[in-house]
């Protein structure tokens, strides 16, 4: 068969005992994958399972990893020797996942109409009856990147009583793997896990020079990738083999809002969305329904916003050196957004000398970083596209700051451009613990929700506490003018 121009193929899926192999092509160009999973026997995962539904398990896991290809513009996707797995159920998840995430990418490259290419293949059907478990583990499986986020994931389910086994996976995008595990390794040694679980993904498109050279041919300047759905659908051999009920993310409520609606399409452009609740549901709802009935997806932190986890995380201050968030230069590269976000907020709310000994330094102080620091509090065209907190959480941080005499002449000088912090109609949102919007199962709930409400409350007072005198940021109201 003679494809068409513009043709992302999935060119093989190929497994041995412990690794995946994944090769895509786009007309003339080449690129791959490999997922290793050092403790997951593939093979005897096939002989219990049969071939063809583990192959339709990694399959997932490569349409969800190729459609990063997709930001060079195909026109038309093939699934090749493996259209046979092509549903309507799939293509449908797909299609949503490739609109949301892909939003920013359309945003900087100023394609707010482009929709994604055509699948070559006609669904075979709706969808497919899921599998049970033949393995029954009572650990949930958590994901642990190294960050804050996973350090209050890790203590809200030990002090719930949740047993739990460890998930870390390390990318060469990020920089050396041995690196990475090693940061990761530091974090989980703070924890509780039961047993701990690794895979190493080695691909060759995100750092090759494909921009570079035909970026300027397909009309784009960024590259984009889902790399929380492909990452829970590359974890799944992992819970199949150890039997793991959930897995579970450290996902907060931050990433249910965009950085921006964007006023050509009048849609929320969020560079989080994969993270987000919705995101969440989609996957859980589709890999019970589909694939594991038995398995499912949901956020221990999906409940609270970082305020709340930021009081959470002072009671674990001494562990703070042993985490890690930056994805330019592990650990902290200090200049970029995240890392700006994450020692602002932390010098907010933490006690001094443990901030202090992991940063060493003010960054609101440095000129590099004037920038992340306005886009963050609302002074710019949208906050930065990272995975980071609100503007109202990035101003109640400089507010704290400024309150606590923690405020060079920059971050003083930043302060002073600001409005008054309106601070209960701010704290009545972000204080919240809203289950509504979340995927807790009962039993867990049962567990973190009252920790999690008790720091609501011990971050109100904190806060009510620290800003109750007029100062910075124009003055601090405790409520709006209307509401008195």
Known sequence: ??????????ESVEWSRHQVALRYSLDGLRFSTANWYPDVDLLGLEERYGRDFMERLHVHAALFDMNKIASLRPRWLDLGAYAHHHTRTLE???????EKVWAQWRYENGLPHEPGPEWVSQPVGDGV????????????????????????????LERAGVPFASFAYASNIYGSVGQQFELVNRLLEKGAAR??????????FMESPVLELYGEQAGVRTLTAAETPCSIFSALPVLLDKGYPWAVLGHEASANRGNLVWARTGEDVNHQWGKSHEAERLLNDYVRGELLSEVGVFSVLMPIHDVVIFELLRQEADALAATHS?????????????CAYVWLSCR???????VEAVFGEDLLEVEANAEHFQRMVGLGEHTPFECIGQVEESRLALALCEARGLLGPRGLALARRLPPLVLEPMLEDFLKVDLVHSNLPSAVAAGVVPRMKAAAAAARERFLETLDAPHGLGGTRRASPTSA
């Open 1 to 10: 068969m003679t494809l068409p121009e513009r043709t992302l193929r999935l």
């Open 129 to 156: 009856a899921p599998l049970p478990r033949q393995v029954r583990a009572e650990e949930v499986l958590l994901f642990c990147g190294g960050g804050k986020d996973s350090l209050v994931s890790m203590r809200l």
């Open 348 to 354: 907010a709310h933490l006690p001094r000398e443990p």
């Open 326 to 338: 930056c994805n330019v230069r592990k650990p902290w590269c200090l200049r970029c957004p995240k």
């Open 195 to 204: 047993r701990g679980h690794r895979m190493v993904v080695l691909e060759d």
């Open 92 to 98: 449908r998840l797909w299609r949503r996942v490739f």
